[in-house]
C-alpha cells in the first residue's frame, strides 16, 4: 500500500498531522460498485413483481424466437402462408377461429358498462394472460409455465380497468397454477389491494389434458387427424388419453402440493402400489390422469357453490376469481344456465374481467374507454347469447351506469 502524506494546505490540527496509510479513492470506487449493482439488479427486476421471476425452458426460448422470426418475414409477404400466421396469432389470445363467430346470426344484448354500485356484492371472473404454451399452441392443462410478456400486460390492464370502475376486492379465489396465481398478483398490485386474502384451490385448476399435455396441437392434429383433435379439445364428455401413474405429468407425483389435498379419495390400489415401492406405508390419493370438460366442471360448480358462495358471496363479500378458461366455463354455466351442448361453443379471452352483478343476476362487460364494440374486439363464441343476458333490474334499488369520465 502505498504511503500518503497529508498536503501542507490542509486544515489539519497539528497534534493529529502526520503519515497515514490509505489508499486513495477506495471508498469512492466501492460506492460507485455497489451503485452499479443496484441499477443492474433493478433493471432485472423492471415490471415485475418482487419475489416473481421468469421461467422459460430453452426450448420454449427458442421455439418462440423462431415465431418471432416467421412473423418478422410474414410481414413483407401477403401470400396464403402469412395469413395462416395471422390466424396463429390470432389464436393466441382467443383459441377461436374468428371474431366473426360472434356474429352468425346470434342476438346477444351485451351489457357493457351496467354495472351497479362498486361497492355492492360481486363475483368478477378473469381468465389468466397469456402464456408461452399459448403462444405456440401446445396443450398446457396442469403444466406449470408462467405468463408471457404479453400475459403480464393483461393482468395489469385487467387490474388498471377495474381501478378505473372504483372496484374493491375482500377475497380473491385462485388455482395452484403459477400463471393463475400471477395474474392475481399483477391485478391487485394495479389495484393497490395486495393485502387481499388469497385463496387457492386445486378445483379451479386448468382441465388435465393427461398424455396430451405440453404436445403441439398441431402435431395431434397431424398425427390423429383434425376430427380427434376436435372431440379432444372441444368435446364435453370426451376424455384425452390417460397418463401413466408414474408419468411426469400425473399430478400425484408433485410433492410440493400432495401433502396439501384433503379433499380427494384415497386410491387403494396407488396406496399399495407406492407403499410397495417406498417399502413403508403411503397413503397416496386418486388425482386426476386425464379429464374431460364434464370432469373439469364437476369440480370447479361445487367449489364454487359450497366453498366461495357460503364464505364470500352469501357474507356479502366482493369476490376475484383468477383461473383458467375450463374451470370459469363450470361456473359460468350455474350462473348463466348455460345448456351443455352450448358450452363447447363458449370461448373466454385471457385478461378480460367478466362482471357478475349478484342481485341483478347477469355478467357485464366494463367499458375500457376505447368505444370498440366488444363483438369486434373479443369472440366469446356462439353461446355468449347465454352469457350476456339482459340484466333483472329492481326498481327499489339506485343504479347507475359506470365511465371512466366519472
Not at 433493478?42 to 426460448?61: C, F, I, N, Q
Not at 386426476?288 to 364470500?312: H, N, Q, W
Request: proline share 5%.
Amino acid at each position: 500500500m502505498e504511503i500518503v502524506e497529508p498536503s501542507e494546505t490542509d486544515l489539519t490540527p497539528i497534534h493529529t498531522s502526520g503519515i497515514f496509510l490509505e489508499k486513495p479513492k477506495l471508498l469512492e470506487v466501492a460506492i460507485a460498485k455497489v451503485k452499479k449493482e443496484d441499477s443492474i439488479l433493478e433493471s432485472d427486476l423492471s415490471g415485475r413483481l418482487p419475489g416473481v421471476a421468469k421461467r422459460m425452458s430453452t426450448v420454449e426460448e427458442s421455439l418462440l424466437q423462431l415465431r418471432k422470426e416467421k412473423e418478422e418475414w410474414s410481414k413483407s409477404d401477403e401470400d396464403e402462408s402469412s395469413l395462416e400466421d395471422d390466424e396463429e396469432i390470432n389464436d393466441e389470445r382467443f383459441e377461436t377461429e374468428s371474431a366473426s363467430a360472434n356474429k352468425e346470426g346470434i342476438q346477444v344484448t351485451f351489457n357493457t358498462n351496467a354495472v351497479n354500485n362498486p361497492k355492492d356484492p360481486v363475483v368478477v371472473l378473469i381468465r389468466h394472460g397469456r402464456t408461452p404454451h399459448n403462444k405456440l399452441s401446445l396443450f398446457t392443462g396442469w403444466e406449470d409455465p408462467p405468463l408471457a410478456e404479453e400475459g403480464v400486460e393483461d393482468a395489469k390492464w385487467a387490474g388498471r380497468l377495474l381501478k378505473k370502475h372504483g372496484f374493491e376486492f375482500d377475497v380473491v379465489y385462485t388455482s395452484w397454477l403459477y400463471r393463475a396465481i400471477q395474474t392475481a398478483w399483477y391485478v391487485l398490485y394495479e389495484m393497490d389491494q395486495l393485502w387481499v386474502p388469497l385463496m387457492k384451490s386445486w378445483r379451479l385448476n386448468e382441465r388435465h389434458y393427461g398424455d396430451l399435455t405440453g404436445k403441439s396441437k398441431k402435431m395431434i392434429g397431424n398425427i390423429y387427424g383434425e376430427d380427434q383433435l376436435k372431440k379432444w379439445r372441444k368435446g364435453y364428455k370426451q376424455r384425452p388419453p390417460q397418463v401413466s401413474s408414474y408419468s411426469f405429468n400425473y399430478p400425484g407425483n408433485d410433492k410440493r402440493r400432495i401433502k396439501y389435498v384433503k379433499d380427494i379419495r384415497v386410491s387403494f390400489t396407488e396406496t399399495i402400489c407406492r407403499s410397495i415401492e417406498d417399502r413403508k406405508f403411503s397413503l397416496h390419493r386418486k388425482f386426476p390422469k386425464g379429464e374431460s370438460l364434464k370432469d373439469t366442471m364437476e369440480r370447479s360448480i361445487p367449489f364454487y357453490t359450497e366453498r366461495i358462495v357460503p364464505e364470500a358471496i352469501a357474507k356479502g363479500k366482493r369476490v376475484l376469481i383468477t383461473s383458467h378458461e375450463n374451470a370459469i366455463r363450470g361456473i359460468l354455466m350455474h350462473l348463466c344456465e348455460i345448456p351443455e351442448e352450448s358450452m363447447t361453443d363458449l370461448n373466454l379471452p385471457n385478461g378480460v374481467p367478466l362482471v357478475y352483478n349478484v342481485r341483478r343476476k347477469c355478467i357485464s362487460l366494463l367499458d375500457d374507454g376505447t368505444g370498440d364494440d366488444p363483438l369486434e374486439k373479443y369472440n366469446f363464441g356462439s353461446a355468449a347469447q347465454y352469457l350476456f343476458r339482459p340484466c333483472e333490474i329492481d326498481e327499489d334499488e339506485d343504479w347507475y351506469v359506470g365511465s371512466l369520465n366519472e
